[in-house]
């Protein structure tokens, strides 16, 4: 893939480390030099951290025009901009020195939703801390998933690679997750390219001049449309954010995987014997089986929607025949590798309703707005609002999302009086949280 920058051509993974940047700063160099330091110039003051951060992607993979039209709105409001990937990786090993902390059964991975920045954009928005401890060999763990994994800084983890080889990087440094924008595992271009994560997600944009500036760049640039989503790093929490993987996995537990070589996926029995459960809910057959933890929050749901007289609001007839809950799927990026994206059907997590009316890209999804916001009441997400439409699609977060006064484009929450509520947490903790997940909002 080709993408055009300010008049010339930037080929692959140059691109990807390429900055876009005013001012320039010079990457930090990993060499130790035991000279005595000789002063050639006066020293230049750092930037201080970028707190405003705004991403821009489409559907699927970044498509050329969408970034160089993001990059030009981050020249015309004096900003900085570059290129991010994002994949899910396996990991079949996590040891410490030379005793093994974790290690899945053999063929097997532990999915791991995987970020890369290059260093400057790391640097500018995460802090020095974060980019001086990346390198090539090096990974940056979040703290939440470095609890589930029962790693410290200093772990040497092996990660699969697209050809289907085993490539070990050093944990460096395990950071917050409001920091790391709730990533699991985030590294270098340069790291990226080891394992052959290739696949462009996004546009980050960071030290504009003001909000105001970077608003009226986009809009100028014609970003501000359906088709592309951005996100800033101010806005309050949308009410149809999904979990980010790192949290998923902490909800619902964690299973291995192997990609099979038709491309099918099989998870592991012990996950799957102790939380996916047979039996129906309702009129919903979910033949294919459901989490048991999604399950209880879909019969309160159901149940109120019924007592609502609502129940006409739900096409049976479409979710028992094409819809479902419980489906592993791994929406892989190279023939015969494990470089790509877990569905969310996964976990057993998203219920699919009105096949036909609702269908992912129909728009407006004919789904009923008093039962969407239902769902999200009882801690669903509906998939109307995604990128691409998703109306057929509501995906269990664990939390209530019906008091979110957030501008949806679809169905938005009626809250009485939201000059009382709070905003609880930016976009800012979730811009990379997603990553490794495949959701109609970036990733499909």
């Not at 006066?42 to 991403?55: F, G, K, M, N, Y």
């Amino acid at each position: 893939m080709r993408f055009r920058t300010g008049g010339f051509y930037v080929l692959g993974s140059a691109l990807l480390a390429a900055v876009i940047a005013v001012p320039v700063i010079a990457a930090e160099s990993p060499d130790r030099i035991d000279e005595a330091a000789v002063a050639v110039q006066q020293a230049e003051r750092i930037s201080p951290l970028a707190t405003d951060v705004v991403t821009v992607y489409n559907s699927g993979p970044l498509k050329q025009d969408v970034a160089d039209r993001a990059l030009a709105a981050a020249r015309a409001s004096g900003a900085s901009a570059a290129i991010g990937r994002s994949a899910s990786i396996g990991m079949t090993e996590l040891r410490r020195g030379s005793t093994v902390v974790q290690r899945p059964a053999a063929g097997f991975a532990l999915p791991m939703g995987t970020t890369v920045l290059p260093l400057d954009l790391i640097g500018r928005t995460m802090g020095r801390d974060v980019s001086r401890v990346l390198s090539p060999n090096t990974v940056v763990m979040s703290s939440l998933t470095a609890s589930l994994r029962g790693a410290k800084a200093g772990d040497s983890v092996d990660l699969v690679a697209s050809w289907g080889g085993k490539v070990t990087f050093k944990i460096a440094a395990v950071i917050d997750d409001t920091i790391t924008g709730g990533t699991e595992l985030l590294m270098t271009p340069a790291a990226a390219d080891r394992l052959g994560i290739s696949r462009l997600s996004r546009v980050v944009i960071w030290g504009f001049s003001s909000r105001s500036a970077i608003d009226s760049a986009m809009s100028k640039q014609g970003l501000v449309k359906t088709s592309i989503r951005i996100r800033k790093s101010w806005d309050p929490t949308d009410p149809d954010f999904t979990l980010g993987m790192a949290r998923t996995k902490e909800a619902l537990g964690e299973f291995s995987y192997r990609v099979n070589s038709n491309g099918s996926v099989t998870l592991d029995s012990a996950w799957k014997n102790k939380y996916i459960t047979l039996g129906s809910v309702g009129q919903l057959n979910l033949p294919s089986g459901c989490h048991s933890t999604v399950r209880v929050a879909l019969q309160a749901a159901m149940s109120e929607v019924i007592a609502s007289g609502l129940e006409n609001t739900i096409n049976y007839y479409d979710a028992n025949r094409a819809g479902g809950c419980y489906y592993p799927r791994f929406n892989r990026l190279t023939p015969n590798s494990s470089v790509g994206f877990l569905s969310r059907h996964s976990w057993g997590m998203a219920i699919d309703t009105n096949t036909i009316g609702s269908c992912q890209g129909c728009a407006p999804p004919d789904m009923n707005c008093d039962t969407v916001r239902i769902f999200r009441k009882h801690g669903f997400a509906w998939g109307g609002n995604f990128l691409t439409p998703d109306g057929m699609h509501f995906e269990w977060v664990g939390e209530a999302r019906d008091q979110q006064p957030y501008p949806s484009r679809f169905c938005p929450n009626i809250v009485a009086d939201s000059s009382e509520l709070q905003v609880q947490q930016t976009e800012r903790a979730t811009l990379y949280a997603n990553d490794g997940l495949i959701s109609g909002d970036a990733q499909e």
